[in-house]
């Protein structure tokens, strides 16, 4: 990897992380803007495609007004975006190739960053982080009702493997899928939904069925077989219901990034 390419994402990895040192936007900002800079520089962002960022940055100053009470049309706007940005339906993105299958970019992750840097309480205290080791627990439980269930299904089999780029594919699983995914599906869209449905009977329920359907069609880009995006589904009900028991959304990004790692070193898919 280029040492440009190399520190643009070491350096978001860094604005990620600073966000549970000290949540300062002079801090995880700067490291953002960092970032972006030594991105432009090798080329894996166009100019055009740091405008479509600012957007997003200024949708997201634009929901923090309405946060006590979420306006439903720029809800629609901000998710249509995010996922636009996300699935790099827009121009401006270069991502840096490791395999023909392994591709990774700086854009897509920042559906996650702006929402942990703006709303999603994060874990601070002993008590707090000993909750989320509670939730992973049973997270980790769920995993291994879901490995048993798709090998027994015959949507995956048994392969042990260490995958080439495995500490690269290690980090951007963590960095660039996990922390963001959930930051975004989580953090943003299902406690928003939980808003919209606080006054429904079962509506943490409904909140966590509407997002991990979202979840689920945002995957059809990646992998449209319908025997996995089964299971990306009830892999979804099992980081938001993580999430839910937990109450730390840290549950849920240490829960999806072991499936993804039990997944990437144990596991292969029959049809992709």
């Known amino acids: 990897m280029p040492t440009m390419t190399l520190l643009a994402f070491v350096i978001l990895a860094a604005s990620f992380l600073s966000l549970w040192i000290r949540r300062e936007p002079k801090i995880w900002g700067s490291l953002l803007g960092l970032s972006l800079l030594f991105g432009l520089a090798a080329g894996n962002i166009a100019w055009i495609g740091l405008i479509f960022i ?36 827009f121009p401006g993105y270069t991502p840096f190739s490791f395999t023909p299958k392994f591709v990774v970019g700086l854009e897509g992750s920042l559906i996650g ?3 942990l840097a703006f709303l999603i309480p994060l874990s601070r205290t002993t008590r707090d982080w000993i909750a989320v080791i509670k939730g992973t627990l049973v997270g980790c439980a769920g995993i291994a009702i879901l490995a048993v269930v798709a090998t027994a299904a015959g949507a995956t089999h048994w392969h042990f493997k260490v995958p080439t780029f495995a500490a690269a594919r ?6 660039l899928t996990s922390i963001p995914e959930e930051g975004f599906y989580r953090g943003f869209i299902q406690n928003t939904f939980h808003k919209y449905f606080e006054n429904i009977k079962f509506g943490k329920i409904l909140a966590l069925l509407v997002t991990s359907i979202l ?6 880009y990646w992998s449209p077989n319908a025997q996995i995006l089964g299971f990306v589904f009830l892999a979804s009900l099992l980081y938001g219901g993580v999430y839910l028991i937990s109450g730390k959304l840290e549950s849920a990004i240490l829960c999806h990034f072991l499936l993804n790692l039990i997944h990437m070193m144990f596991f292969s898919y029959h049809a992709m």
């Open 54 to 89: 600012i957007v997003l940055l200024l949708l997201w100053l634009l929901w923090i007004l309405y946060d006590r009470k979420p306006n439903v049309a720029l809800f629609i706007l901000l998710v249509c975006f995010s996922a636009a940005l996300k699935m790099r339906f």
């Open 113 to 115: 960053l702006f929402p």
């Open 170 to 175: 290690l980090l951007s699983n963590f960095f």
């Open 215 to 220: 979840f689920t069609a945002a995957h059809v």
